[in-house]
């Protein structure tokens, strides 16, 4: 059984940065693709950033620039540094894995993630 524990988040001023963290553990294949989501109070949720296990990365235009998305495949840990923090980044965040070649690894396809952790709240204050 795979497990994905975030951690990492906290409240944090406008501008400031803030680095989650996501750690699997149990079976853990080599994940072909690792993402972060995020859904914000009264929102769907949406794909924030993707890296496949080559190191392709894509981004949501929302964060592009200010998120960075990187693995550490040894470790079995996600990371997503986030700098620039604006108000509009306060939700929960969710890392998510899959272990299928045949999957779309897009940060825009939630539908292609099999495994998701709990989640980490991430708050953004002025």
């Known amino acids: 059984q795979v497990r994905l524990v975030e951690s990492g988040g906290a409240s944090v001023q406008a501008g400031g940065s803030l680095s989650l963290s996501c750690t699997a553990s149990?079976?853990?294949?080599?994940?072909?693709?690792l993402g972060w989501f995020r859904q914000a109070p009264g929102k769907q949720r949406e794909g924030v950033a993707s890296?496949?296990?080559?190191?392709?990365?894509t981004y949501a235009d929302s964060v592009k620039g200010r998120f960075t998305i990187s693995r550490d495949t040894v470790a079995n840990t996600l990371y997503l540094q986030m700098n620039d923090l604006k108000s509009e980044d306060t939700a929960t965040y969710y890392c998510?894995?899959?272990?299928?070649?045949?999957?779309?690894?897009?940060?825009?396809?939630?539908?292609?993630?099999?495994?998701w952790g709990q989640g980490t709240q991430v708050t953004v204050f002025s």
């Open positions: 890296i496949t296990l080559g190191g392709t990365t």
């Open positions: 149990g079976y853990t294949p080599s994940f072909y693709c």
């Open positions: 998510a894995a899959e272990s299928s070649y045949s999957r779309l690894c897009v940060s825009s396809r939630e539908d292609q993630f099999t495994y």
